[in-house]
């Protein structure tokens, strides 16, 4: 089965520090989600790039946060500086757009901890 | 603001039983509707869809009805398995309106367990 590869599967890191998680969509898959999961808020959608192009990031904060795909088969999300309140489980997921069929793909996760 | 609510934090049913899973959505944009099913340490996994062309959607064990006047779709497992214990997610997205639009929005989620 293709899957959706996510990495580091686990970060803990001290406040202030950068943090950089990494994403390699299934492979022919034109769209790349990244969510976040918080027990509040559920799975948040932070950014999504259509063949490689930003289509959304209004779901991240800014100052901090940053997304890009490099290019086709790896997508990345950095935190620059981490705080304890971006202590989450961070999702990417990916998927063939346009569809009417939204059965994306997620990768399992980054937990991150931020101390 | 939260567009897509699952009130319900967690569900347990005895095994054999019906589960049924709610879900109510505000923007009447949406109109197109899906159940993700989570595992501990794995990613959500899609589980079945509706369009609002449709009011049910079956496949196999699983059911989803939607309910457009009420905005109010639910899920229903029969007969309820032990391999159903999961957290169920219900998502939607503005596909027909808004051509290309493809996010989903989530609900925070329902932690269903199964009781043998």
């Known amino acids: 089965d293709a899957r959706v590869t996510q990495t580091p599967r686990h970060k803990v890191t001290e406040m202030g520090q950068e943090v950089t998680m990494r994403c390699q969509p299934i492979l022919g898959h034109n769209t790349v989600f990244w969510y976040r999961q918080t027990m509040m808020q559920g799975l948040e959608l932070l950014a999504y790039f259509r063949n490689r192009a930003p289509l959304d990031d209004s779901g991240m904060p800014k100052d901090r946060f940053s997304a890009e795909m490099p290019d086709a088969t790896l997508a990345t999300l950095k935190i620059q500086p981490s705080e304890p309140r971006d202590s989450a489980v961070y999702f990417c997921?990916?998927?063939?757009?346009?569809?009417?069929?939204?059965?994306?793909?997620f990768g399992s996760g980054t937990r991150l901890t931020v101390v | 603001d939260q567009q897509v609510k699952q009130n319900s934090p967690s569900l347990s049913v005895q095994e054999g039983r019906i589960s049924i899973l709610n879900c109510d959505y505000t923007?009447?944009?949406?109109?197109?509707f899906l159940w993700y099913k989570k595992y501990p340490a794995e990613g959500p996994t899609f589980l079945i869809s509706?369009?609002?062309?449709?009011d049910k959607n079956e496949d196999g064990r699983f059911t989803v009805f939607l309910n457009k006047s009420a905005k109010h779709l639910s899920l229903h497992i029969v007969p309820s398995q032990p391999g159903d214990s999961a957290v169920y997610f219900c998502a939607a997205s503005a596909s027909r309106t808004n051509f290309g639009n493809e996010k989903l929005t989530f609900g925070t989620g329902t932690r269903l367990t199964i009781i043998p």
């Open positions: 997921a990916s998927g063939l757009t346009p569809t009417f069929n939204y059965g994306y793909t």
């Open positions: 923007n009447s944009m949406f109109d197109y």
């Open positions: 509706i369009s609002s062309i449709k």
